[in-house]
């Protein structure tokens, strides 16, 4: 699925200042424009401390922004707060890195999946139903509702977080990192869950990876940040199989692959890069 013209989610020139101390800021976004369509999903990829995260954050109404201006839908959400940043919450959504320190171990999986449902107002027969379709969406069984998070793995308490954040049925789900707490056989599963469910839904997403071969499964599109800004985006099959910034090559060549002889090759040509940089 393709981007409309006009995006549901546009970002320009973001900037976003952290105060280390009291005449002390930090820049961690300078100037970051992106955007997402609807029904697309579009990869954020960099190392840790790139500002990645800071991005969604800031989408998300966690961080403040210095200047710059976020638009969803047409509607400019820079600064929203209060109850109109609330009611955000049925168009954007989020999925967590950690799926276990995101949802609450006191609660059943079936109240984690009905609160956000009950604080919208839905009737506690319209919860249910709804919790039993998003159960059945992202393939865990029924029963699931009267267990507790701690009595699944990691691949199905990311499921969980991923049916909490597609109650509410979202336009946008922002996903920060949510498959590198996992091992390689899950996350192929958790990917492939991720483009059925745009497939089934029309979601959109915003998808927050360091790994350029994660976002390469999932994402119509990539953007590639590096100390708070955006040096490339393109098309996936472009960022990822021709990179033309050096900052995305040494990404590429940083993922690992099966063969040694080819592994030693790309160890070879990431040091030739850094020590270029």
Same mark, same amino acid.
């Given at each position: 699925?393709?981007?409309?013209?006009?995006?549901l989610?546009?970002?320009?020139?973001?900037?976003?200042?952290?105060?280390?101390?009291?005449?002390?800021?930090?820049?961690?976004?300078?100037?970051?424009?992106?955007?997402?369509?609807?029904?697309?999903?579009?990869?954020?990829?960099?190392?840790?401390?790139?500002?990645?995260?800071?991005?969604?954050?800031?989408?998300?109404?966690?961080?403040?922004?210095?200047?710059?201006?976020?638009?969803?839908?047409? *509607?400019?959400?820079?600064? $929203? %707060?209060?109850? @109109? !940043?609330?009611?955000? #919450?049925?168009?954007?959504?989020? +999925?967590?890195?950690?799926?276990?320190?995101?949802?609450?171990p006191t609660?059943?999986?079936?109240?984690?999946?009905?609160?956000?449902? *009950?604080?919208?107002?839905? $009737? %506690?027969?319209? @919860? !249910?139903?709804?919790? #039993?379709?998003?159960?059945?969406? +992202?393939?865990?069984?029924?029963?699931?509702?009267?267990?507790?998070?701690?009595?699944?793995?990691?691949?199905?308490?990311?499921?969980?977080?991923?049916?909490?954040?597609?109650?509410?049925?979202? !336009?946008?789900?922002?996903?920060?990192?949510?498959?590198?707490?996992?091992?390689?056989?899950?996350?192929?599963?958790?990917?492939?869950?991720f483009?059925?469910?745009?497939?089934?839904?029309?979601?959109?997403?915003?998808?927050?990876s360091?790994?350029?071969?994660?976002v390469?499964?999932?994402?119509?599109?990539?953007?590639?940040?590096?100390?708070?800004?955006?040096?490339?985006?393109?098309?996936?099959?472009?960022?990822?199989?021709?990179?033309?910034?050096?900052?995305?090559?040494?990404?590429?060549?940083?993922?690992?692959v099966?063969?040694?002889?080819?592994?030693?090759?790309?160890?070879?040509?990431?040091?030739?890069?850094?020590?270029?940089?």
């Open positions: 699925m393709t981007a409309d013209f006009a995006p989610l546009s970002v320009q020139d973001l900037v976003v200042d952290y105060r280390l101390a009291r005449k002390v800021r930090f820049r961690a976004l300078k100037g970051v424009s992106i955007s997402v369509g609807a029904g697309e999903c579009v990869g954020l990829v960099g190392e840790s401390g790139s500002g990645k995260s800071t991005l969604g954050r800031a989408l998300l109404g966690l961080t403040p922004v210095e200047s710059g201006r976020i638009t969803f839908d047409g *509607q400019d959400i820079t600064h $929203t %707060r209060g109850a @109109a !940043r609330r009611r955000l #919450a049925n168009d954007i959504q989020v +999925v967590f890195q950690d799926p276990y320190g995101s949802l609450d609660m059943t999986v079936g109240e984690v999946l009905a609160q956000p449902l *009950q604080v919208a107002g839905t $009737t %506690r027969a319209q @919860a !249910r139903a709804t919790v #039993a379709e998003m159960l059945d969406r +992202v393939r865990l069984p029924a029963d699931s509702v009267h267990r507790y998070p701690s009595e699944f793995s990691g691949g199905q308490r990311q499921r969980i977080a991923i049916a909490r954040a597609l109650v509410r049925k979202p !336009r946008l789900i922002v996903c920060d990192e949510p498959v590198s707490a996992l091992d390689l056989t899950t996350q192929a599963t958790i990917l492939e869950l483009i059925d469910l745009q497939r089934e839904t029309g979601v959109s997403y915003l998808f927050v360091h790994d350029l071969g994660v390469r499964r999932v994402c119509h599109r990539v953007s590639v940040m590096y100390h708070g800004e955006i040096v490339e985006s393109g098309p996936t099959q472009t960022v990822t199989h021709e990179p033309s910034h050096p900052y995305t090559r040494r990404l590429l060549l940083a993922a690992p099966a063969d040694p002889a080819r592994q030693a090759e790309r160890r070879a040509a990431w040091l030739g890069l850094r020590d270029s940089a």
